[in-house]
């Protein structure tokens, strides 16, 4: 449909973009505003953003739900595990010195690798809660925008064939 | 009380009463998470207004070291930023109740879903 | 205002002002989190929840006064309150005084982060932090179960919290506004 078009095209632009910041925004949460929380929240609207321009089920092809929920659950398996790391090589729970050689290193570790466990739960689950609200509703009613086939907009142009009856 | 150097207070209290009004005086179960996001708000600008310094910067040390630099307080930034994703969390389990509650009764008003449990609540009293 | 979309592009734009609210009061890292949370997926959610139910509100027809009068004299009992409450700037309020004094000279030399708040997010509370981590998993644990993974039909009769859901299935018959009654 010719009126998606200018979405499409720049919603492809910016995807990558998005996603690009919010992996500077992670790694960059200790020398300027940023973090954990930011990072993953950005992250995950780029798939949200993804979900709405191109339709659940494209989506959900991108990634699949057995990913999804194993991603929810490692991040804060890692960040449990960096503190039974730390107890595991000598110190208290979350005592991050003693896990590099100095102890200003292993505090930059530590957080380094909390910081990560963060973003991807927290990535995660945003997208694992739009999936569910936005699958709720279909039935059995036709997706309004007919993008499930097609992923190029020049061929759509070309074509000006309208996916499903 | 001096009444110029309070005045986050009165901004704390008149957003908190805003959002408190509409929790508890409208029955659209929507509008009552929105109403409890403003009461949520309110709190996060009263814990920051306490931890702001005058002449302060962000918390963040910049390049050249940090002599002479006044900082604004970074502790009620830490517990702001656990509140925020906290109130996020409630925000989408209550939205994802309110969209089951519209299935099982097919409203989202208060009164008629209190209507549709008294009566039936009559019914099976009546057996 | 009885439109609910637009009460609820009222609340993005609420908290997108709130957002540079905190970056006026120096606190950058709080006004990224409101941003991208209060303004993105909060809003993104109720809009999705309109979609799944009306949107507009019922007009009620007497207005109610009892919720006036409570939310007036609890605001009246705050103010009160709130008058001996330290002055807003003031650098010799009781908060600034005992831990943040060493958080801000140690943490750069101790840690090694330019960024304090990461610092005392991450290092010195991070066992709060885990515990924020787990808040949020539960939360989208909770929703998973409520509106469960797989596509269902609009108006299932049986509204009993099983989300293991057939995809697309069409029941003729739609009765989901009665609720169960056992006579």
Redesign the interface.
């Known amino acids: 449909m010719r009126h998606h078009l200018v979405l499409r095209v720049v919603a492809k632009l910016l995807i990558p973009l998005i996603m690009l910041f919010a992996l500077y925004v992670q790694f960059h949460g200790d020398y300027g505003p940023g973090g954990g929380f930011q990072a993953g929240v950005i992250f995950g609207s780029a798939f949200i953003l993804y979900a709405l321009i191109f339709g659940l089920e494209n989506a959900e092809k991108v990634v699949p739900s057995g990913y999804l929920i194993a991603l929810v659950s490692a991040g804060l398996l890692l960040y449990a595990g960096v503190g039974f790391a730390a107890m595991y090589l000598g110190g208290n729970f979350l005592d991050y010195g003693v896990l590099a050689g100095d102890f200003i290193a292993g505090q930059h570790l530590g957080i380094l690798l909390v910081e990560l466990g963060v973003g991807i739960t927290v990535a995660a689950v945003m997208i694992v809660i739009f999936f569910a609200f936005a699958g709720r509703g279909e039935g059995d009613d036709e997706e309004e925008d007919d993008t499930a086939t097609e992923a190029d907009p020049v061929q759509d142009l070309a074509s000006d064939s309208s996916g499903k009856a | 009380m001096a009444w110029l150097g309070h005045f986050n207070y009165w901004i704390f209290v008149f957003l908190m009463m805003a959002g408190f009004y509409t929790v508890i005086a409208r029955g659209n179960l929507i509008k009552k998470i929105v109403g409890l996001n403003i009461f949520q708000t309110s709190v996060f600008l009263l814990y920051i207004t306490m931890g702001k310094v005058a002449g302060g910067t962000a918390p963040i040390v910049p390049e050249g070291g940090s002599e002479g630099v006044v900082y604004s307080n970074p502790i009620p930034h830490v517990l702001i930023l656990t509140a925020i994703v906290v109130g996020v969390a409630t925000t989408a389990l209550g939205l994802a109740l309110i969209v089951r509650i519209n299935e099982a009764y097919g409203t989202i008003e208060e009164d008629e879903i209190q209507d549709i449990e008294e009566s039936g609540d009559k019914k099976e009293r009546a057996t | 205002m009885h439109n609910?979309f637009a009460?609820?592009m009222l609340?993005g734009i609420?908290?997108l002002l709130?957002a540079s609210?905190?970056v006026i009061?120096?606190?950058?890292?709080?006004?990224?989190?409101?941003a991208?949370?209060?303004a993105?997926?909060?809003t993104?959610?109720?809009l999705?929840?309109?979609?799944?139910?009306?949107s507009r509100?019922?007009i009620?027809v007497r207005p109610?006064i009892i919720?006036?009068i409570?939310?007036?004299a609890?605001?009246g009992m705050?103010?009160y309150g709130?008058?001996g409450?330290?002055?807003?700037?003031?650098?010799d309020?009781p908060?600034?005084q005992h831990?943040?004094p060493r958080?801000?000279n140690v943490s750069?030399v101790?840690?090694?982060?330019?960024?304090?708040?990461?610092?005392?997010?991450?290092?010195y509370?991070?066992?709060?932090?885990?515990g924020?981590?787990?808040?949020?998993?539960?939360?989208?644990?909770?929703?998973?179960l409520?509106?469960?993974?797989?596509?269902?039909?609009?108006?299932?009769p049986d509204?009993s919290?099983d989300s293991t859901a057939k995809t697309?299935?069409?029941t003729p018959e739609s009765n989901?506004?009665t609720?169960e009654?056992?006579?």
């Open positions: 609910l009460a609820v609340a609420y908290s709130m609210i905190f009061l120096d606190a950058v890292d709080v006004a990224f989190t409101e991208a949370v209060g993105g997926i909060s993104v959610l109720m999705g929840t309109l979609s799944l139910t009306s509100e019922k009620h109610s919720p006036l409570v939310v007036i609890t605001g705050l103010l709130a008058s409450m330290p002055e807003f700037n003031n650098p309020a908060v600034h831990v943040a958080y801000i750069p101790e840690i090694g982060v330019p960024n304090m708040v990461t610092s005392v997010l991450a290092s509370r991070g066992y709060d932090t885990l924020e981590l787990t808040v949020i998993f539960t939360a989208g644990v909770g929703v998973m409520l509106l469960g993974r797989r596509r269902r039909v609009k108006k299932e509204a919290a697309g299935q069409d989901a506004k609720p009654v056992s006579t």
